[in-house]
């Protein structure tokens, strides 16, 4: 059987940068559409032709904020992703979307031209903190969004940002609350961090922005963790929570280190035992695929020490942790060639860790802190 391939596609452009954003977004006051769906298209047909033996299980149009894509141009994209690669009956097909007016009147182009999974950036449910956030949009806009793709979608997913300024359990309570209120099978649910190179970062180095202190970020974290087992979305990663079957199929494979292809500005893949990176600036990334017919920075050899310490990195997220003999099977390497044995016998005294011996995972008091685990325990 042809092994899955999950491919994303990055557009690159938003209506505002967002204080807390790092990824690569631009905003530009024009873009020239007809241009950036043959590139996209050509930077596809490279990937195809280096994965001919794949079948498609997923496709995911992040950004940026790709529902400022033309319909049509989506629609182009499905249409010769599944001509190039053979697509599981059940393809997953997720585009990310911000909830202003513009966008969700596309909605319908968006359900019509092959997109079965929404993903909806509320981030916030009061204008407060939607300000706060320089989210484009308000809370009104917001809900008729989300009303809109759930009438347009048999999935829909929503993005909130907890853990911000001044949050406190009770606000916290409430606002997840409203949340699990609104049907939808999947959240996605962020604990703000200060990353840098962005506009938070400088405030925050300033001391002019401060986040809950650890003992309220942790309550936080349990609140959400218990909040959403409750009401039947359990936490199936460290910051997504989905009831049964209707987990993220694409960010799954990778967090389980299966093969992905990445295309336009900035994008990442994992294929052929290579890690792909595109160019990042859009103005170069599409001069170099109109000269070329490819937006290709980098491909690097991945050494088997390296490939297993990624599906570390990422396997330790799911909920369901590390199985040893996956491990094995997906890197060629065993899972305790990569870990500081005695660092990980130290953290399963403390609590953070479960291993069972068949298997590696973090306990809920570990969840949180996977970052720190990591860096502890990776050889």
Excluded at 34 to 45: R, Y
Excluded at 51 to 74: E, N, Q, Y
């Amino acid at each position: 059987m042809k092994p899955p391939l999950a491919l994303y596609v990055h557009w690159p452009f938003c209506v505002t940068k967002c204080p807390y954003c790092d990824f690569n977004s631009h905003v530009r006051e024009k873009v020239d559409e007809a241009a950036w769906t043959k590139a996209l298209l050509a930077d596809l047909a490279y990937e195809a032709e280096l994965l001919p033996h794949h079948r498609l299980a997923s496709i995911f149009f992040g950004g940026g904020t790709p529902s400022l894509m033309p319909p049509a141009t989506v629609a182009a994209i499905i249409e010769a992703a599944t001509s190039h690669w053979p697509s599981d009956p059940d393809l997953e097909i997720t585009l990310e979307a911000n909830p202003s007016s513009v966008e969700a009147a596309r909605f319908a182009g968006f359900a019509a031209a092959g997109i079965n999974r929404l993903s909806l950036g509320l981030q916030a449910l009061n204008d407060p903190d939607l300000k706060l956030l320089g989210r484009p949009h308000d809370l009104a806009q917001g809900l008729a969004a989300l009303e809109v793709a759930q009438d347009n979608f048999g999935r829909v997913s929503f993005d909130l940002i907890y853990d911000r300024p001044g949050m406190t359990e009770a606000a916290w309570e409430a606002e997840l609350g409203r949340a699990l209120g609104f049907g939808t099978s999947h959240l996605s649910l962020y604990q703000l961090t200060i990353e840098p190179g962005t506009r938070f970062a400088v405030l925050h180095a300033k001391g002019q922005i401060e986040l809950p202190d650890a003992e309220t970020s942790a309550n936080l974290f349990s609140l959400t963790r218990s909040m959403t087992a409750a009401a039947g979305l359990p936490a199936y990663e460290t910051s997504n929570y989905a009831a049964k079957g209707q987990e993220s199929r694409h960010n799954i494979a990778y967090w389980t280190y299966s093969d992905y292809a990445g295309i336009g500005p900035g994008a990442h893949g994992r294929r052929l035992g290579l890690a792909s990176e595109r160019l990042k600036k859009p103005e170069l990334w599409l001069a170099q695929v109109e000269r070329l017919g490819q937006g290709m920075a980098a491909d690097t050899a991945l050494t088997p020490a390296e490939r297993a310490t990624e599906a570390l990195v990422m396997g330790l997220r799911l909920g369901e942790g590390i199985d040893r003999n996956w491990f094995f099977q997906q890197t060629g390497s065993r899972l305790d060639e990569v870990l500081r044995a005695e660092r990980v016998q130290a953290l399963v005294a403390a609590g953070l860790l479960d291993d069972s011996g068949d298997s590696l995972k973090l306990t809920l008091a570990g969840q949180p802190l996977v970052d720190a685990v990591l860096r502890e325990i990776a050889a």
